[in-house]
Antibody
Framework: QVTLKESGPVLVKPTETLTLTCTVS??????????VSWIRQPPGKALEWLAN???????SYSTSLNSRLTISQDTSKSQVVLTMTNVDPVDTATYYC?????????????WGQGTTVTVSS | QSVLTQPPSVSGAPGQRVTISCTGS?????????VHWYQQLPGTAPKLLIY???NRPSGVPVRFSGSKSGTSASLAITGLQAEDEADYYC??????????FGGGTKLTVL
């Protein structure tokens, strides 16, 4: 069974750096046909794609957030990490990680349950 | 402002057919990059509903279908059911595999 689980702080102060971890099971991050994306959703608002990473370590970032995001992976731990610098209250959201599958033309076929992050002093 | 444009809301009575449009540009849909559709039920994570414009993952009812025309894609739901009431999002990529979602469409079953 394929699962993804997000973890990270519930509360972060403005200007701090947010670090989120996605732990996957049921597939290998080294699998050339898979990747992992991060997506967020502010309360009551739309989904926003943030970044993705693939087995060859190829990475892509949201154009609007590119300067603040870093995505990395540790295949031995089956983890994908997203860091966001200089957070602001507008970054308050539920953050999801999801698997990208070549089988589904890089559609995101399995999602984590999401983790809620609040940015507040 | 989303790169992909969707109507904020659509509605229909049980049994009817509704469509949701997703308008892109020459840098995403028009360039041939796949469009995927997701269904998000209240309080839950999104679920892949349609991939590569018109393909259904295993388990998705045939009532859901997708299509493409030029720089736009569409999701159609026939035989509308109460359980279809949800938010629907289209998603695509650009040449850098940088993703984007539409602004989402809230489907109300009357």
């Amino acid at each position: 069974q394929v699962t993804l689980k997000e973890s990270g702080p519930v509360l972060v102060k403005p200007t701090e750096t947010l670090t989120l971890t996605c732990t996957v099971s049921g597939f290998a991050l080294s699998n050339g046909r898979m990747g992992v994306s991060w997506i967020r959703q502010p309360p009551g608002k739309a989904l926003e794609w943030l970044a993705n990473i693939f087995s060859n370590d190829e990475k892509s970032y949201s154009t609007s957030l590119n300067s603040r995001l870093t995505i990395s992976q540790d295949t031995s731990k089956s983890q994908v990490v997203l860091t966001m610098t200089n957070v602001d209250p507008v970054d308050t959201a539920t953050y999801y990680c999801a698997r990208n599958s070549v089988t589904y033309y890089y559609g995101m076929d399995v999602w984590g349950q999401g983790t809620t992050v609040t940015v507040s002093s | 402002q989303s790169v992909l444009t969707q109507p904020p809301s659509v509605s229909g009575a049980p049994g009817q057919r509704v469509t949701i449009s997703c308008t892109g540009s020459s840098s995403n849909i028009g360039a041939g990059y796949s469009v995927h559709w997701y269904q998000q039920l209240p309080g839950t994570a999104p679920k892949l509903l349609i991939y590569d414009y018109r393909n259904r993952p295993s388990g998705v009812p045939v009532r859901f279908s997708g299509s493409k025309s030029g720089t736009s894609a569409s999701l159609a739901i026939t035989g509308l059911q109460a359980e279809d009431e949800a938010d629907y999002y289209c998603q695509s990529y650009d040449s850098r595999l940088s993703g984007s979602f539409g602004g989402g469409t809230k489907l109300t079953v009357l």
